[in-house]
């Protein structure tokens, strides 16, 4: 099972970026999905989680307002659709699920909380 982050890039700030996650023999609509993000020399921060319905989204503080995660379980992704980019968003993006299905971690962005991972997609974001 491997879970695969695509859409980054280089953009100026104030820019948009839409990213999406992926899987091959693993079915996302089961599960609840996380965008992590890690810059380098910082650690790995909890972006935003939905849940296996799409009913429930969670983000941290520092995008609320500018991105926004959504799902569509009939194509098997998952969309991070970032707004109003900022220097300070630039990283490493990874989406990742829980071991269980239908479940969200009651510390939604905790990145320990999460099971299967993948390659993960570079947003660049230029002052």
């Known amino acids: 099972v491997q879970l695969q982050a695509c859409g980054g890039g280089l953009v100026q700030a104030g820019g948009s970026l839409r990213l999406s996650c992926a899987a091959s023999g693993f079915r996302l609509r089961y599960y609840a999905i996380g965008w992590f993000r890690q810059a380098p020399g910082k650690e790995r921060e909890g972006v935003s989680c939905?849940?296996?319905?799409?009913?429930?989204?969670y983000y941290t503080d520092s995008v609320k307002g500018r991105f926004t995660i959504s799902r569509d379980n009939a194509k098997n992704t998952v969309y991070l659709q970032m707004n109003n980019l900022k220097p300070e968003d630039t990283a490493v993006y990874y989406c990742?699920?829980?071991?269980?299905?239908?479940?969200?971690?009651?510390?939604?962005?905790?990145?320990?909380?999460?099971?299967?991972w993948g390659q993960g997609t570079q947003v660049t974001v230029s002052s």
């Open positions: 939905i849940s296996s319905s799409g009913g429930s989204t």
């Open positions: 990742s699920a829980p071991s269980e299905r239908h479940w969200v971690p009651p510390r939604v962005l905790d990145s320990t909380a999460y099971h299967y």
